[in-house]
């Protein structure tokens, strides 16, 4: 199975602030990558597809980008509604595989 | 609005069988293809199979195969996933999902999951 290695698992910061996320696959999934945001007790929500695509309706704060093995989520200008978990995936493989998570928490 | 709605959540004892609904609506269930995942309490995302509503195939993730059966009643658009020989170990949010565009994308609609616990 391909493995999806999150990095840092939590992170801290304040609103207005650029945040970084990093996934990397253990072996190369080209661009078939997705982003995921999710709220305690909610199902995710999807950000970004094929590695850097905004989903319709995402604010444009938020940007992906990478390919092969090695992919980041940024949010440019962080929004109190933005603290949450993120979750990479990816669906160039079976079985399709997501990262351990990333908690984005108040500084 | 395009939005999948889940059964509600579960009891079981270990051994037993669950069988989880996901009822489509605001979209043309047929052109879609969904999938089903789930997460332990605190925990990451496993993903257990996906299935063409159009023509039935399916396909499963090696962990849940022989266990798992996704299937669908296309006149009321809505999905199944059932899984057999419960452990606690499966206790978990279930989330069925629409897979975006084509048969390899991501999940752009998720059901609101639903809770299966498992226990004697």
């Known amino acids: 199975d391909i493995q999806m290695t999150q990095s840092p698992s939590t992170l801290s910061a304040s609103v207005g602030d650029r945040v970084t996320i990093t996934c990397r696959a253990s072996?190369?999934?080209?661009?078939?990558s997705a982003w995921y945001q999710q709220k305690p007790g909610k199902a995710p929500k999807l950000l970004i597809y094929?590695?850097?695509t905004l989903e319709s309706g995402v604010p444009s704060r938020f940007s992906g980008g990478g390919s092969g093995t090695e992919f980041t989520l940024t949010i440019s200008s962080l929004q109190p509604d933005d603290f949450a978990t993120y979750y990479c995936?990816?669906?160039?493989?079976?079985?399709?595989?997501f990262g351990q998570g990333t908690k984005v928490e108040v500084k | 609005q395009v939005q999948l709605v889940q059964s509600g959540a579960e009891v079981k004892k270990p051994g037993a069988s669950v069988k989880v609904s996901c009822k489509a609506s605001?979209?043309?269930?047929?052109?879609?293809?969904i999938t089903w995942v789930r997460q332990a309490i605190g925990q990451g995302f496993e993903w257990m199979g996906w299935?063409?509503?159009?023509?039935?195939?399916?396909g499963y993730a090696q962990k849940f195969q022989g266990r798992v059966t996704i299937t669908r009643n296309t006149s009321i658009s809505t999905a199944y996933m059932e899984l057999s020989s419960l452990t606690s170990e499966d206790t978990a949010v279930y989330y069925c999902?629409?897979?975006?565009?084509?048969?390899?994308?991501?999940?752009?609609?998720w059901g609101q999951g639903t809770v299966v616990i498992v226990s004697s």
């Open positions: 999902a629409r897979i975006r565009e084509w048969a390899r994308d991501a999940f752009d609609i």
């Open positions: 605001g979209y043309s269930f047929s052109n879609y293809h």
């Open positions: 299935m063409n509503p159009n023509s039935d195939n399916t």
């Open positions: 072996q190369s999934i080209t661009r078939w």
């Open positions: 094929k590695a850097s």
């Open positions: 995936q990816q669906y160039h493989t079976y079985p399709w595989t």
